[in-house]
């Protein structure tokens, strides 16, 4: 090959040769990235376990509609709700006041479709008073039981060590004596009344919640969101209310309706055993009172028995609703 080839081919290649490639300009990083460089979601602090709740929730929410039982529950509930707070109305006299001929049986006159007591006493008048107290003393005391009892659960269950060993200690105490015995101990030493009796429950009441909150908290707190909680720097108030609280609430709604029906259980049977407030009418009262009648004036008895019996078959038919709506294990068959 000549000289003026090779040269040839030397232009050639240098026209054809590839320019370099330019780097892209780099878009300064903004103080508001996430300090993770490989995170795929950038709003993941504002995230929280709340609304990964509130989306089950409303999965939860369409099972327990369509459980017929669970409806039935709740609709005998409302009813008797709605009797309570229309109760001063029908009736704005006292129900402990004599108002008719005594013994007069269901029927007999229409000024008293539920007849009369011992003393003339209307029934209708106490049954539907009566649902006031037995509702009262069944939600406040749940309430009160359910608030300490999650506030010492979780305390216990999500710091653990000394705090949890104290803790369950003080459980320990409560769940030693019976509690019923203890319960009729806490009345009989104070003033009968219905605030003395909701108290006494709550304070018997709350250990259950307690142990049931500490050993959610123990299983929850060392799951993966919980750590990514505690590594971006979260407080311990926000951790246990907004991340865990959320994740353990559904045993903790099903405890809560069968605490109410036991609530109202165990005034019946204070009242039932003279050691409920004489100052107002109840459904235990109503019982007690009509227990020696038993055999010449057996509604007496039946009629408030039969509310305590429904009022408590409709709060454990909610129960098992919320089960099965609120339990993993049902929610993955669905």
Known sequence: MSTTDIGTLRGVAAERQIAPIEAEPVAPSSPADPAWSNMKAPDARSQSSSAVAVTNGRRALKVFLSNPNALF????????????????????DDPLSMVGRPFLWPGQNPDFPLGTDSLGRDVLAGILHGSRISLFVGLTATALGLTFGVLVGSVAGYFGGWIDDALVRLIEIFQTLPSFVLLVV???????????????????????????????FRAIREKDFVMAARSLGYGHMRIIFREILPNALPPIIVTSSVMVATA?????????????????????????????????????????????VFTVLALNLIGDGLNDALNPRFSQDR
């Open 73 to 92: 529950g709740t609709g005998f509930l409302a009813l008797v709700i709605i009797i309570a707070f229309i109760a001063p109305i029908l009736y704005p």
């Open 186 to 216: 806490l009345v009989a030493i104070a003033q009968p009344s219905a605030t003395t009796v909701t108290l006494a429950i709550a304070v018997i009441s709350w250990p259950t919640v307690a142990r049931l909150t500490r050993a959610e």
């Open 264 to 308: 109202i259980l165990m005034e019946s049977a204070l009242s039932f055993m003279g050691l409920g407030d004489p100052n107002v009418v109840s459904w235990g009262s109503m019982i007690g009172t009509g227990r020696e009648l038993v055999r010449t004036a057996w509604y007496l008895t039946a009629l408030p028995g039969l509310a305590i």
